[in-house]
């Protein structure tokens, strides 16, 4: 006999009523915190210590996180940038007072020695030490009431950028003293003594400052410091520091009568109630005190700057010499961070647009003065390209020095942005340097006066390597503590766990969870509508641009949220990872500023193909980079699920290809034919006038090109309908003048032209026995 079982049947709505009713168990169970803390959160919190996946913070990463505070680069680990915020950040300009110290003294040292006769002497001239220290370069950013200029972070900047388009000796000889130095710690952390004592005689150049951090085994690994200062009472009752230390890559230190030191002070006997290690601490140290050595300098790559060694072999100083007194012995390394956490971003943007700008003047001017079959060479595409990269990356490279410089003499110190800016300006102007020289070909590699960009060429790598070299820079501290300083949730996670506050956790989880949740579904409506669904801040041509930016803002911090659960602190590790992340984070940064200085400069419709191959090119590589994350996650399952459902999604709502051929051309174009846009991007640099010198032999023969070019078209049309015959127009001069096609002064405006073209194409060229006899006469000392 068959038996059934019945089962009760269970209709559609008594099912929905199950679902709902479990959701909203559920859902009391999240929104009631006290169930859900001792529920759900108190495992969760236990789970993450056992298993470490947040990462593990040293007191070093500790403090340089907490230097500055984050910007607006902030909003992209949001999901959804509040471009009306961002767009209402400073976009400052050049004030009156400013332009005149630009117009005269810059510009007077700027025409005092070339780049050339620089590199060729090993330093620079002993006239023009003294006119720098005269008119107080040194002592740009120290207040007027000690005896300095007083400059804003803009005014340094602009300084620095006509200072870069002459020579990079002029950027590090005068930028070490404004920037990181014993000045600048002097302002913000010095005694009251120690600044009446030291900043007027600064600021004049009575005293030259260095600073000296790094050591054969210490770089960007402040804790390995080996330079050691020990505290001992002398037989006066007083305190004093006994200093040895062994120190590399310092500019300015073989000259230097002030040395900013960065030692690990120990004090065995507990004079100082600190402790035995004290910690990394900034002390003064005149130079003439017995035990210092500074007789020896570096080659770094050719450029004449004084880089130097210097040793200290038991230096004794009181403990007054400690830069900001006792209290604040153990403290260097906060005050070192917090010093560069604006300085990097104002410094190297600068130096680096102007020497973009430079390349961009020489290299137009180049392209339009230097012919092969019978055409000049900008108009070959081959040209063309590299030109547009020029034209780009300069036209950004300003946009981030401008903003940037706002942010800081606004009060912020985004140090994120900073760094952001230090690598990415350095990065740009090298690739900027290297289309300049292989557009000038030959001209390029040949040293002389008439060389304007060899020189810059071997000086890149400084750029590159020096406070924070770029490969740190970009995998370990732009997202690696980018992440941690800027997400909206990571960093008070890490606090809660570390103080073992689950209430706090158990706040801040949720909110990251609700976070993470709204930008799934915005991710995946932005993916249905190709970004259309978000709103942008303005109308018009840039409109799209802030709607993709959106998009890539949400995915960033999608990606940013998973994989910092999924890979917790061994991330840190992850390197070629944060590094992508570090990549999407810049250019969406440089994205920014683009769009921020259309704005501010009135929406100028003849920049537009410069706006638009900057952002084409910005979210280009923003794509690559989220495709590169989404390739090489390497986590079992986690990798193969997020490969099949993200990056097809990435890839198909793709951001931007790289700017079309016809943009590149348009963009080429403007730069060699439109002078009005040529004089706005490079505004601000150097340019001679006299004709004699390398850059005013380019300009006069560019200048004349151009106006000699409608009478080589009437040429042209005559010898179209058959009045001349079939020729260069450059060879049927005479006959055309003949002919009356051209009036003599037409005739002498070619000639002149052509004469000015082919000496602007010539290069240098030395005497077998004055080659030879070259020598150092550069021994003469500034002092």
Same mark, same amino acid.
């Not at 230096?315 to 300085?343: C, F, T, Y």
């Given at each position: ?495 809660? !766990? %570390? &103080?073992? *506050? $689950?209430?706090? =956790?158990?706040?801040? /989880?949720? #909110? ?117 994350? !989404? %390739? &090489?996650? *390497? $986590?079992?399952? =986690?990798?193969?699920? /997020?490969? #099949? ?121 030395? *005497? $077998? ?15």
């Amino acid at each position: 006999m068959n038996t059934f079982y019945y089962l009760p049947t269970l209709s559609a709505s008594m099912v929905w009523m199950m679902i709902l009713g479990g959701m909203a168990i559920a859902l009391i169970f999240l929104l009631i915190p006290y169930l859900r803390r001792n529920l759900i959160t108190r495992w969760i919190f236990l789970g993450i210590q056992k298993l470490k996946l947040l990462p593990q913070i040293s007191d070093t990463e500790k403090e340089a996180i907490e230097a500055g505070n984050a910007w607006v680069e902030k909003e992209f680990f949001t999901g959804k940038p509040d471009w009306k915020y961002i767009l209402k950040e400073p976009y400052p300009h050049v004030n009156p007072e400013i332009q005149d110290f630009l117009d005269n003294q810059v510009e007077k040292v700027c025409e005092m020695a070339t780049d050339w006769a620089i590199y060729q002497h090993k330093n620079l001239p002993l006239e023009l030490w003294k006119y720098l220290k005269h008119e107080k370069f040194f002592g740009m950013m120290i207040p007027k009431e000690y005896g300095g200029l007083g400059f804003s972070n803009l005014a340094y900047s602009a300084v620095m950028m006509k200072l870069a388009s002459r020579s990079f000796t002029h950027v590090a000889t005068v930028g070490v003293t404004n920037s990181l130095g014993p000045a600048k710690l002097l302002m913000h952390y010095g005694t009251p003594e120690q600044k009446s004592q030291y900043l007027p005689r600064l600021a004049i150049g009575e005293e030259i400052p260095c600073f000296a951090l790094t050591e054969p085994n210490a770089g960007s690994d402040a804790a390995s410091l080996l330079s050691k200062g020990e505290v001992f009472r002398g037989e006066d009752g007083k305190l004093y520091l006994k200093l040895n230390w062994k120190k590399r890559y310092i500019t300015l230190g073989a000259i230097a009568t002030l040395l900013g030191l960065a030692v690990r002070v120990y004090d065995p006997d507990h004079l100082l109630g600190k402790g035995e290690d004290v910690g990394i601490t900034c002390v003064l140290v005149p130079t003439n005190t017995e035990g210092v050595i500074i007789n020896q300098r570096h080659d770094p790559m050719g450029v004449p700057f004084y880089n130097s060694p210097t040793e200290g072999h038991d230096v004794i100083l009181p403990v007054e010499q400690i830069i900001g007194g006792v209290k604040n012995a153990g403290k260097g390394w906060q005050m070192l961070m917090q010093s560069l956490a604006a300085g990097r971003g104002v410094s190297f943007p600068a130096s680096c647009t102007g020497v973009a700008k430079l390349v961009t003047r020489v290299a137009s001017a180049h392209s339009v003065n230097r012919k092969q079959f019978g055409l000049s060479i900008g108009r070959f595409e081959g040209i063309e390209e590299p030109l547009a990269r020029i034209a780009g990356f300069t036209y950004m490279l300003d946009a981030l020095r401008l903003f940037t410089c706002g942010a800081v003499d606004n009060d912020k110190q985004p140090a994120v942005s900073a760094a952001i800016a230090k690598y990415i300006s350095t990065e740009l102007a090298r690739k900027v340097v290297i289309d300049g020289m292989d557009i000038l070909g030959g001209s390029g590699i040949c040293r002389g006066e008439r060389n304007l960009l060899a020189n810059v060429y071997t000086a890149m790598p400084i750029a590159i390597t020096v406070e924070g070299a770029n490969i740190l820079t970009r995998t370990l501290m732009i997202f690696g503590q980018g992440a941690i300083r800027c997400h909206p949730y990571i960093y008070d996670e890490i606090q809660a !766990l %570390n &103080n073992q *506050d $689950l209430v706090g =956790f158990d706040r801040t /989880l949720s #909110s990251h969870i609700s976070s993470f949740a709204v930008n799934k579904v915005r991710a995946l409506m932005l993916t249905i509508s190709s970004g259309t669904l978000t709103l942008s801040p303005v109308s018009g041509a840039t409109a799209q641009y802030y709607q993709k930016l959106t998009f890539a803002s949400t995915t960033f911090a999608l990606l940013s949220d998973f994989l910092l659960v999924a890979y917790g602190g061994k991330l840190k590790r992850k390197e070629k990872l944060t590094g992508r992340f570090a990549d999407a984070l810049t250019w969406m940064y440089l994205a920014t500023c683009t769009l921020r200085r259309y704005e501010a400069e009135g929406q100028p419709k003849a920049e537009l193909p410069l706006v638009h191959w900057s952002l084409q090119y910005a979210l280009y590589q923003i794509q690559m980079a989220f495709e590169g994350i !989404l %390739n &090489n996650v *390497d $986590l079992p399952i =986690f990798s193969s699920l /997020l490969r #099949s459902t993200s990056l097809p999604w990435v890839r198909w709502n793709k951001l931007s290809d790289l700017p079309s051929d016809r943009l590149g051309h348009e963009v080429a174009d403007l730069l060699q034919n439109n002078r009005f846009i040529r004089e706005r991007l490079t505004e601000g640099i150097y340019i001679p006038n006299a004709e004699n010198e390398a850059l005013g032999r380019l300009e006069k023969a560019f200048n004349l090109v151009h106006a000699s070019q409608p009478v080589l078209n009437k040429i042209k049309q005559a010898i179209a309908t058959g009045l001349l015959p079939q020729d260069k127009p450059e060879k049927l001069l005479d006959l055309a003048q003949m002919r009356d096609v051209i009036t003599q002064a037409e005739f002498d405006l070619v000639c002149d032209a052509e004469f000015a073209r082919n000496d602007a194409i010539q290069v240098d060229a030395f *005497d $077998l026995e004055e080659y030879q006899n070259t020598k150092d006469d550069a021994s003469t000392l500034i002092m």
